[in-house]
């Protein structure tokens, strides 16, 4: 029984923890501290979601984000590892380049959203622009710094044996940066999960996003907490599958550091 | 490598002659104006809808407009004031929080799941309850800025203090440091640049939080003004608004990562 307590011990814990807020939330209201409009309480969001569940809506709305999500995700995917490469052969390139990767890291996309909806009209072609343009950088510096930092042993060896610049580049810098660029792909998942949600409060009319910004303006705290609880899930789920690539894509390696 | 990967850090001159800095610069600053030009060339033309894009000439009327007839120091302001107070919040919660979460395994099992859950999901989806909970003035906005930029902090500062050298921590205990003093002498010093680090990722967090705040719902600051600009069409006024806000916060991280240098080099390298 102790071994089962010590080997799951994060596990349960985290239950405990999670438990107890949810706990705290009930009987708050439940003890009158704060109004149940301001925060609703865990049971009526649980009735409300598995209503929603039933009635498809959190699946219309996880549909949608999703979707878009996943193609800022790729185009960015296809975009940031490109100019990486691109980047890492020749560095006037990566000047031409630098200024305006960094302009898309520093500068608050969203802030352009009315533009991409003159551009791209209402709905999920300006969604997937920010997600894009939130998620490029960290692909691209990520792509361009784990090959350019190639193992210099393997490279000499490669080298000495003959290899040219091209099977340098596809058989020693490209598999070697394959974790980092994993790790790039999990800081810009987030990044486009940060942009997809925030589109949607603005320039949507459908998805996760949409519908907290809906529920919000008509002030039905349950049903925004609905959709609340949904993004977290979405981005737990996301951060997760991502970090195992990590460790998968990681594993090969032998050596000390690792 | 802590846990955010320090991609933003440019690389150390390895070769490190001044003609490939300034070709760098001269290059970088080429491609820059070349962009400039095609787009003020685009726009003057008719190739692109000026009407949509603009145009450098138009954004550059728009701030000298701007300059002029709009009250741009009172929204600066405003945005400045409600993002410093939430990032100082931050730090006044983050800080201390990471140093309890990285030094005690116990609390650490207990709050790192839900403050996990917190972290992965985009804070800025807690705008609209912030708003029904705080109203549309500036507390919401502290608050949101107050969300997006602690869990980084947090974070970077346990994972510093966890990536401590557990020798210096152990050496400094056997020569009878108290708990204070390891924490004040040992644990915040080798945590230091990561807590940097943090700082640095969320200062980003931090504006983008009060722009979205404020263009979700607000009286005044950049993010109403880029939001009236917006629903107006008013395409150059908007930008200068955007790249002011770009500006501040790449400054700002600028100013961080001088910082992270100077911090760095007196320790040996790995």
Redesign the interface.
Known sequence: MTRVLERHQALISGCISFAVILLTWQLAVALGFVQVFFTSTPIRVAVAFWRELRSGEIAANVGVSLYELLCGLGLACIAGIGLGVLASWSRTIEHILEPFIWFTYACPIIAFYPLFIAWLGLGAPTIIAIAFLSALTPLYANTLSGIRNADRDLVRAARSFGARRRDLFLKIALPGSVPIIVAGLRLAAGRALTGVIAGELFGAAAGLGYSIAFYGQKLKTTEMMVSLVMVVILGVILTQLLSLCETATDSWRTGPGR | MAV??D??RR?APSIGRAV?RY???L??T???VA?LVVWQVAAARGWVNAR??SSPSQVLAAALDIARHDDFPHHAWVSFSEFSLGFAAALGIGLPLGLALGTSRRLR??????M???Y???R??????L???LGIGAASKVAVVLLGAVFPIIVNTMAGVRETDPRLFQAARAFGASRLDTMIKVLVPGALPAILLGIRLAI?RG??SV??GE??VSEAGI?HQ?MN???A?Q?GH?MV???A??LF??AL?IAVRLIEDRVRSWRPEP
């Open positions: 955010a990967t991609y933003a690389r490939d070709y760098g610069a290059v970088s080429g491609s820059v962009f949509y894009t099992l207990f709050v790192d799941p839900p996990m859950a917190l992965t999901a985009p800025l989806t807690l705008l609209p309850i708003i029904i909970w980003g504006v983008l722009v979205v263009m979700f993010g880029i600009y917006g629903e069409m395409v908007l608004y955007a790249f806000i770009s916060g790449y991280t």
